[in-house]
């Protein structure tokens, strides 16, 4: 039934174009879009082909769209770095009116983001996600409800933090009760940092190194995303994902057209797709971020990780939002940051 | 050697040189020269604004203190690594040279190389393996000694003095033992024949023969263990901050080239810099 609607509401998509075209998607790897089954069912639908190219890190994607101009039709860009990438002419504005699922995007994410600049679309709200923490279940026997555990003595060199000098910065700014968009008091950041350091046992890197570290019991609990953590507790691990009372980072991820793409109705195609709530719920039951398309979220079951803890009121109040940060502001993080590990 | 050049040598040489030249000036000059060309940049020439030249790459590092005191790491760990490369490596190229004849020479010698042959990432993974808690050798420790053994090296610096130490280690082996190989018998039965004891023969005849084979293999554990940056990110957990993680971190994380190509240029310099002061202690051993 579902693959029937699937198929239907593909065929309804690909009514506008007749001629097949290749279209190439740059996106981190294992993200949604290079899903095998949601390929195939796009080219079966369209007659259109996906290929695929990878970053591991938004320097390195705005670094490929600037040197490859006309490789890519369909990219994948956080929130935070849309208007840098619009300005720099990378990206250009999305016709929305041939998509069918655009109007049921959360009006939160379509009105209120950064995503849409002086009305025109510049990325289409794709998925949206927390960055907390999550913990070993086998080294807790009730969820810690604060970011304060990652200094308890109890834990000491059993924790872990990505080694990214953002996210390590507003996790301090969050663990002294500070705005994470504007942090007035660096000092009381470092100095809280500065004593989180011997706590830490290593830094991760990427969603492999937190799983390995985590399957050889080598830690009790570790910053991490939201979707990640669910991916991670579907594959066995003992993980449980905590969004604390001091709040948490949420981030906002966009599919955006390139100005260069020669593709543009199929990369328009695709991306309804993804955001497609067929296409949703299928991607949830392996493990997905929270989709920022309501009719989407409201399809899953009332068990899925997203619904269950994303659509919760209580937490929803307490994220904070990621803003773009500048370049000056970036390299200050990044100074404070390095100084820290240097003098481990 | 010093015989009178025959005309025409000259022409055969550079000709005969001509391709080992051509290929130091692809694969070494231009390479270096353009990431010395963007050392002087504000930024790496991709972007549709035109880079301006500036120094301020090179300001960077001595207005920051936090390089310097990377830097002095990352020395501190070449010379330890050195230290014990040469400490382990020149007894077994010893061993290897004088004791053992024959086949078992051959496959002890293929048992130094064979790391060799491996990626050195798998080396690198494979120690993490080892070495993490209740891994390969906490298991075997437990296994063997009557008391629970918990030796937590994964994620010290000591992991990472372990994994360079294996990495490198055979480049004092070989070096040394090509020297200590040239060293003549006959030179021992004379030093045994005037009465002199194994302490004094190692002391005054091997050392010294065969320092320049230790030597070259010291200089090429020291140079590439100052820039290293695998090891220290994958075994040295929180302490695996080094000169050479911050320069890959510019050129894979920040995508800052021009301050990761002059940090580069700064660690060429500075070993460049202590190679040319310790020079009279190395020509001294060389020759």
Redesign the interface.
């Known amino acids: 039934m579902t693959r029937h609607l699937l198929l239907t509401s593909l065929l309804a998509l690909a009514a506008g174009s007749a001629t097949a075209d290749e279209i190439r998607v740059l996106n981190w790897q294992g993200y949604g879009t290079d899903l095998d089954w949601a390929v195939e069912a796009y080219a079966a639908a369209t007659g259109n082909t996906v290929l695929h190219e990878y970053f591991?890190?938004e320097?390195?994607m705005?670094?490929k769209l600037?040197?490859n101009p006309g490789a890519y039709d369909v990219v994948l860009i956080n929130a935070a770095f849309t208007r840098q990438a619009k300005d720099?002419?990378l990206i250009g504005p999305i016709d929305t009116t041939s998509m069918t699922n655009f109007e049921n995007i959360s009006n939160g994410f379509t009105t209120d983001s950064e995503l849409v600049i002086e009305d025109a679309v510049y990325g289409v709200p794709w998925t949206w996600g927390l960055t907390s923490f999550a913990i070993n279940t086998n080294a807790f026997e009730t969820a810690p409800d604060t970011i304060q555990v990652f200094w308890d003595p109890a834990h000491k060199g059993r924790v872990s933090i990505r080694d990214?000098a953002l996210e390590a910065v507003q996790f301090g700014a969050l663990a002294t009760g500070q705005n994470i968009n504007d942090v007035k008091d660096l000092d009381s950041v470092e100095k809280k940092l500065n004593e989180l350091?011997p706590q830490?046992?290593?830094?991760w890197s990427s969603e492999n190194d937190w799983n390995q570290y985590m399957a050889?019991?080598?830690l009790d609990l570790a910053t991490y995303w939201s979707g990640s953590a669910a991916r991670s507790a579907d594959m066995g691990l003992p993980v449980a994902f905590v969004v604390p009372k001091e709040g948490a980072v949420a981030w906002l991820d966009g599919l955006s057209i390139p100005a260069s793409s020669t593709h543009k109705d199929a990369a328009t195609q695709f991306i309804d797709w993804m955001i497609d709530p067929d296409f949703y719920t299928r991607w949830d039951a392996e493990g997905a971020p929270a989709s920022a398309n309501a009719a989407a979220a409201e399809a899953l079951a009332d068990t899925s990780f997203n619904k269950r803890v994303l659509g919760d009121p209580d937490v929803v109040a307490r994220v904070q939002f990621q803003k773009p940060v500048d370049d000056a502001t970036r390299e200050t993080y990044?100074?404070l940051w390095?100084?820290l590990?240097?003098?481990? | 050697m010093a015989q009178a050049p025959i005309p025409g040598d000259g022409r055969r040489a550079a000709g005969l040189l001509a391709p080992a030249y051509l290929w130091l000036t692809l694969a070494v000059f231009l390479p270096l020269s353009a990431m010395l060309f963007f050392s002087f940049l504000t930024a790496?020439p991709?972007?549709?604004e035109s880079p301006r030249a500036t120094l301020e790459n090179y300001r960077d590092f001595f207005e920051?203190?936090?390089y310097a005191?990377?830097l002095w790491?990352s020395i501190r760990l070449g010379l330890w690594v050195t230290l014990l490369c040469v400490l382990i490596g020149f007894p077994c190229a010893l061993v290897l040279a004088r004791q053992i004849r024959g086949r078992a020479r051959e496959a002890l010698f293929l048992l130094v190389i064979l790391p060799f042959w491996s990626n050195s990432l798998v080396r690198v993974f494979s120690w993490a393996i080892v070495l993490?808690?209740?891994?390969v050798l906490d298991r075997t420790l437990d296994a063997l000694l009557p008391f629970d053994v918990r030796l937590g090296l994964?994620?010290t610096p000591a992991a990472v003095v372990i994994g360079l130490v294996h990495s490198y280690l055979p480049y004092v082996i070989l070096t040394s033992y090509l020297a200590l190989q040239a060293i003549e018998d006959d030179i021992f039965d004379a030093a045994r024949a005037l009465g002199a004891g194994r302490i004094t023969i190692l002391r005054r005849l091997i050392l010294p023969l065969s320092l320049p084979g230790l030597i070259a293999g010291a200089v090429l554990v020291f140079v590439p263990v100052v820039g290293s940056f695998m090891e220290p990110r994958i075994l040295?957990?929180?302490?695996?901050?080094y000169f050479g993680t911050?320069i890959e971190?510019q050129f894979?994380?920040?995508?800052n080239w021009p301050l990761g190509a002059a940090l580069s240029f700064i660690l060429l310099a500075v070993v460049l810099a202590i190679l040319g002061l310790s020079s009279p202690v190395l020509r001294r051993g060389l020759t």
């Open positions: 591991t890190s320097q390195e705005l670094t600037r040197t720099e002419g990214d350091m830490i046992r290593t830094f050889a019991d080598e990044l100074e390095q100084g590990k240097a003098r481990q | 790496a991709f972007g549709t920051t203190p936090t005191l990377l790491k993490r808690g209740n891994g994964m994620f040295g957990g929180r302490f695996g901050t911050v971190d894979v994380a920040v995508f």
